[in-house]
């Protein structure tokens, strides 16, 4: 699971500055969507990572449209926690 949650961070550290990759976060409201997202784009982990750590972070596994990077934002910053 260690692997997998730092490829999740290393796959959110991305979003501030891929414009393109913000933009298609906020079409998705899974993290089953983001984890497919990010397979696309060459990273491995699964939803189950990504939903553990919206777990310890208080956050919900879903996102109306357009709030999804603002969520993964949040996750990102928590990262030292979350180690």
Known sequence: ???DRDDVFAF???INSDRELRDALN???SAE???QLAQE??????ATALV???SR???APRARIGLMDEKLIRVHLKRDQLR
């Open 57 to 59: 972070c208080n956050e």
């Open 12 to 14: 959110l550290a991305q």
């Open 52 to 54: 553990e750590l919206f």
């Open 1 to 3: 699971m260690s692997q």
């Open 27 to 29: 079409l998705v409201e």
């Open 33 to 35: 969507e983001v984890a």
């Open 41 to 46: 784009r060459g990273h491995s982990f699964s």
